[in-house]
């Protein structure tokens, strides 16, 4: 059974920063590619950033240069630092794997509250 568990969510001031990982289980790290969405109050699910398989990276443009998405294939995790937040990156953000072409196939985390506020 896959499962994706995010951790490091939390309140922060504006201009801090914060580390948000995901630990995946079921055996389908090494064939997926991971990426973290995000879902403000109000707001569709957006994409944050995602990584593949061989560690090609995308960030959509409000998160360019402040933010960093990295995986470990040994440890089976993705992270995401968050550097210089502001409040509009307040959102829950989720951990997806995504495998097996377009459409494929897509887990997601249950997702971890991130509030920037002072």
């Known amino acids: 059974q896959v499962q994706l568990v995010e951790s490091g969510g939390g309140l922060v001031q504006p201009g801090r920063s914060l580390r948000l990982s995901c630990a995946a289980s079921g055996g389908i790290f090494s064939i997926s590619d991971m990426g973290w969405y995000r879902q403000a109050p109000g707001k569709e699910r957006e994409l944050v950033a995602f990584?593949?398989?061989?560690?090609?990276?995308n960030y959509a443009d409000s998160m360019k240069g402040r933010f960093t998405i990295s995986r470990d294939n040994a440890k089976k995790t993705v992270s995401l630092q968050m550097n210089r937040l502001n409040p509009e990156d307040t959102a829950v953000y989720f951990c997806?794997?995504?495998?097996?072409?377009?459409?494929?196939?897509?887990?997601w985390g249950q997702g971890t509250q991130v509030t920037v506020s002072s």
């Open positions: 997806n794997a995504h495998y097996g072409g377009i459409p494929g196939y897509d887990y």
């Open positions: 990584i593949t398989i061989r560690g090609r990276t």
